[in-house]
DNA sequence: ATGACGTGTTACTTACCGGTAACATACCAA
DNA sequence: TTGGTATGTTACCGGTAAGTAACACGTCAT
């Protein structure tokens, strides 16, 4: 099983300090991040690159500049640390939307491009799909605590387009926001499986077809 | 990290001999199934149900009647037998293909839809998406050799669609056939996320839509 | 009978990984 | 100063996993 060689329990090879604040990855300066918040965002980067069951705590701690005991005192267990990476990364979804909906205030068809079109540029950028999908895909005990949080996030998200579509005043706005959904699941899975120039590279144009057939013309 | 008990390097508890054909799972009754032939199917089984890291090759062997010896005799490595499995799941999407064109010879619309029929049906019946997918979504190490398998499959696949898009006459099969390959994947990953009440239950609808866009009416 | 061959069995090695214990250190507030 | 709190360090435990060695057994063709 040539799994790759990321963990080894960590032994930090220098004695020297780790300079107070590196910043931990995270591209804030001197803003002295706390170990907690170095662990979650280091957790998430890790666990989109190597997959969670592909990566240690131990791995992730040394990666954060701590280690695992101040790791483990943050969070009971990697279960745990893994069920906060996910609700964090719903938050930064929720902070899209809002992002969204300050910048085309009473404009539901502007904001429902302004997804579709942001979703997209993510698209570009993230080579691995949707973390919270992901997690899903990895996690097959049927009675993991994370499946709680990606459960709660998924009816959120599908409520929040719905509610979105229906504001366009198309009919059947359920119908078009899980079609919007599955095109962006589909995309992101098959970026990860086909690369940018498979199927994932008409997402938009797949996605504003839908839009038309809809009565919903953007722009 | 609450992993399920599926391994704990197997140690048969009976002692008798455990019937020399129980078709291991495989519904083929006394058609006497070389062990290889079993560890194969019963791995795609397992790989399907626990996850590719979620099992082990001890537990793949002993569901499957056999040891790990005879399991690393047939395939050097766990690698190579994910691969296999991989190979085996294309041909039979290899064999779905194959019978919807003699169901419909010469009858590419009908053969679109019955390409919809025969998936959206798949989606009820299997809890779990495409095996295909999933191990891309696992197996992040780039080198991995299952990569070829699924990048492979994933050419072929596209191919088969577009090619059968445009026998249709449509213009522009190429988009028809990526966003009717986005839905798909889209519905298997959010079924596993959702369920079946998510997004998922539209893809047949979402499918059907799309071909009428496209001037592909079915029936 | 005699091999060869596929298979079963046991035991082992090496390695990783989640989690804990015990102790040391730094810093901050009263 | 004192003491509490968060953190760092090292070492360890128990469990599981991939992969191998050595040997025993059965079957089938010659």
């Not at 890790?46 to 990666?63: M, N, P, S, T, Y």
């Not at 990476?85 to 502007?110: C, N, Q, Y």
């Not at 997402?203 to 057939?213: P, V």
Request: charged fraction near 25%.
């Amino acid at each position: 099983m040539s799994i790759a060689v990321v963990n080894k329990n960590a032994k930090r090879g220098s004695t020297v300090k780790p300079e107070p604040e590196s910043a931990a990855s995270s591209g804030l300066s001197g803003a002295k991040v706390a170990p907690r918040d170095r662990i979650v965002s280091t957790a998430c980067e890790l666990f989109r690159q190597h997959g969670i069951r592909g990566i240690g705590v131990d791995a992730i701690a040394e990666a954060a500049s701590t280690n695992k005991m101040t790791l483990y005192r943050h969070f009971g267990s990697k279960d745990d640390l893994i069920c906060e990476t996910l609700r964090v990364t719903s938050e930064k979804s929720g902070a899209m939307w809002a992002d969204i909906e300050t910048r085309f205030p009473d404009d539901a068809k502007a904001q429902l491009g302004a997804w579709v079109a942001a979703l997209s540029e993510c698209l570009q950028r993230e080579p691995s799909g949707c973390d919270i999908a992901n997690a899903a895909v990895e996690l097959k005990e049927a009675d993991h605590p994370a499946h709680a949080v990606i459960e709660n996030f998924k009816i959120l998200q599908r409520g929040k387009l719905t509610d979105l579509c229906r504001r366009t005043g198309t009919e059947e706005p359920e119908t078009l926001a899980d079609t919007l959904l599955l095109l962006l699941e589909g995309a992101r899975v098959s970026r990860q499986a086909s690369g940018l120039e498979g199927p994932a590279q008409c997402f938009q144009r797949a996605c504003r077809n839908t839009l038309h057939a809809f009565g919903v013309g953007v722009r």
